[in-house]
């Protein structure tokens, strides 16, 4: 299985892959980009299985990549890791056709329940 | 056309919301506690102690824009903003880090911070991005928790754009609107 990690954030791309470790998610491929933009010309390239995105990221956002992949036609499951986790984000997230949104900070037990299921 | 309004409803809702109104020290100091058990590492504890900030200092913050306007700012020793990226990085973290690993590793901690000051604050409101550099001028309008870490100082603020504190020596040509 790939997975895109998307965030502008370097060392929060690095604690993403380490909880996704943690959690168990140990043998999987995983793919970095550094905002939405480079998150929607990799979802392409990489055909990635799984991407895990932040919501605010300069250039274009998460919510923006998701949208630009719907609006495509691409059905990639998607889940956004973000600093804000209220009820608003939450709706907006499951109506653009997100499958969670964990909240930052997060633990390895917080990926569990969002990502058993989604990831094989 | 009149629309037959007073002008009373505005008057009852002119004044700007205190952040003093809407947080506490002790919220802010939680909410960075949780940041730092799960991002830093599970027994690393912020002690609610004042103590001095070194002379570089080195500030990260975010802005806030909605009913509360203002930024949540964390500030810290440049050695401490260094410990504390290389925390972050953990085994990733090279040997020397370059002021790009150590300003969004600051800037990161702030962020999720402050995207969780903004769920405790009246919305719909809207963060920014990280910024890092020295810190946008406190106001009046502050609520200010000052930590150790490691026994080194650290601070975050919450810090209104209204509010300020009228000051004859004040510069604002170069103020900076929140």
Known sequence: ???????????????????????????????????????????????????????NMPNMTGMECLQALRSS????????????GSPEMREKAADAGALFLIAKPFTEDTFKEHLDGVIA | MSFGDTGERRRASDGPLLISGLIDEETVRSIAQEAW??????????????GELPADPVSAWVEVVGPWTGAVVLTCG???????????????????????????????????????VKAVLPGPSVLGLPEVGTAPQARADTVRADLLWRGQSLTISVQGSAGALTDPHENHENEVPL
């Open chain 2, 37 to 50: 058990s799960a991002l830093v590492g599970e027994c690393e504890f912020l002690v609610p102690q004042p």
């Open chain 1, 73 to 84: 036609g691409s059905a990639v499951p998607f889940g956004f890791v973000t600093s804000e």
């Open chain 1, 1 to 55: 299985m790939k997975i895109l990690v998307a965030d502008d954030s370097r060392v929060m791309r690095q604690i993403v892959i380490r909880t996704l470790r943690q959690a168990g998610y140990d043998d999987h491929d995983i793919v970095e980009a550094e905002d939405g933009a480079d998150a929607l010309a990799k979802v392409s390239s990489e055909k990635p299985d799984l991407v895990l995105s932040d919501w």
């Open chain 2, 78 to 116: 440049r050695s401490t903003a260094e410990q504390l990226s290389r925390e972050l990085l953990k085994e990733h973290a090279p040997s020397v880090l370059d002021d790009e690993d150590i300003e969004d590793g600051l800037g990161e901690l702030a962020n999720v911070v402050g995207g969780n």
